[in-house]
């Protein structure tokens, strides 16, 4: 705009991709190749097997796979690319992709749902009656192309919700890889789903500390938040200082329910004996009067027997329990250069 060049028409820049879009793919599988091969670099300099290798995967999608709910029985999305990063360096480098899609201009969908049943290129690669959110089956064919590469999974970080994990599972049960995978669970999306659980109950909003019905759930809106981030902080410190010891960490972590507890209802005290986080004197600030959802709010629960089960039950008690902490992954490398 600013050198008043006047745009490409559309179907211009469209015959332009066409051209191009087969050169850029070959040049991005060429790229995840080499991507591979440097981590096995790293590795061989580490001194660790360089066949081996810790990844963490997630799939995203055109269109939210929950919007659909209650309103069709198909699923809303129809395009997805599945993610694998190595999860060995601080970079977190992307090496392998897997982009699928149902969608082609070609297709006619009311008459045939299968892929390659007109003449000429199909855009789609999976058939229309397919299920998108498969993430097993995109992690599997994710995982056979590192294989070949002469790749194992060891370590999988996903999502709570995903069955990614199956399929490296799977490889191992069949006999196509020789490495037994271990699955551990990404803090970011427990703490989101910790978010939603909060503030979906209504126990939450009766103690909130407002009158009117509005207000309190408002509040309850900004407590989910503040106690979802409260306690991912709280287990990223405990696990930096006690991540070789993981029953140690879990008494840690048992006293600092309490501290919460009276954290947010105005009493410090176990904070400063137990939080990892919020301890006050006289150069530092509680964890509620430096929180971006919390401080303007003065927010103070009433403490009473009601409350303090409720806080106890939604507190870092979730993400205390010994399926969780044996599963919870925290990105902390070291800073390499190959």
């Not at 820049?13 to 599988?29: F, L, V, Y």
């Not at 669970?185 to 910790?194: C, E, F, G, Q």
């Not at 176990?270 to 009067?289: A, T």
Request: charged share 25%.
């Amino acid at each position: 705009m600013a050198s008043n060049i006047p745009p490409p028409s559309v179907s211009g820049m469209q015959h332009t991709a066409n051209a191009i879009s087969e050169k850029i793919e070959e040049e991005n599988m060429r790229d995840l190749q080499r991507q591979r091969e440097k981590i096995k670099r790293i590795k061989k300099i580490r001194g660790e097997n360089p066949d081996v290798v810790n990844i963490q995967s997630d799939c995203v999608y055109n269109n939210a796979i929950y919007s659909g709910i209650g309103k069709t029985p198909f699923q809303p999305a129809t395009q997805c690319a599945y993610t694998v990063a190595e999860n060995e360096t601080y970079k977190h480098s992307i090496i392998n992709t897997l982009p699928k899609s149902k969608l082609c201009s070609k297709r006619k969908h009311t008459v045939s749902t299968n892929v390659g049943e007109h003449a000429g290129p199909c855009t789609a690669n999976i058939n229309m009656q397919d299920s998108i959110g498969n993430e097993e089956r995109w992690a599997r064919e994710c995982f056979e192309e590192l294989k070949e590469d002469g790749l194992e999974i060891n370590e999988v970080t996903t999502d709570p919700d995903s069955s990614a994990y199956r399929a490296a599972e799977c490889l191992y049960q069949e006999g196509l890889t020789s490495t037994t995978p271990i699955h551990f669970l990404d803090t970011r999306h427990v703490a989101s789903n910790h978010r939603k659980f909060v503030n979906n109950l209504s126990t939450v909003c009766d103690i909130m500390p407002a009158r009117l019905k509005v207000q309190r759930t408002r509040l309850q809106s900004l407590f989910a938040s503040d106690m979802a981030a409260r306690c991912q902080a709280e287990f990223v410190q405990a696990n930096i200082r006690y991540h070789k010891s993981p029953d140690v960490m879990k008494s840690k972590l048992s006293y600092v329910s309490d501290a919460i507890v009276g954290c947010y209802c105005g009493d410090h005290t176990d904070c400063s004996l137990y939080s990892f986080v919020c301890s006050i004197s006289r150069k530092s600030q509680s964890w509620i009067d430096k929180s971006a959802y919390l401080k303007r709010h003065n927010f103070e629960i009433e403490l009473n027997e009601n409350s303090e089960n409720i806080l106890l039950n939604v507190s870092i008690t979730v993400w205390v329990q010994a399926c969780l902490l044996k599963q919870l992954k925290v990105q902390i490398h070291k800073k390499l250069k190959p």
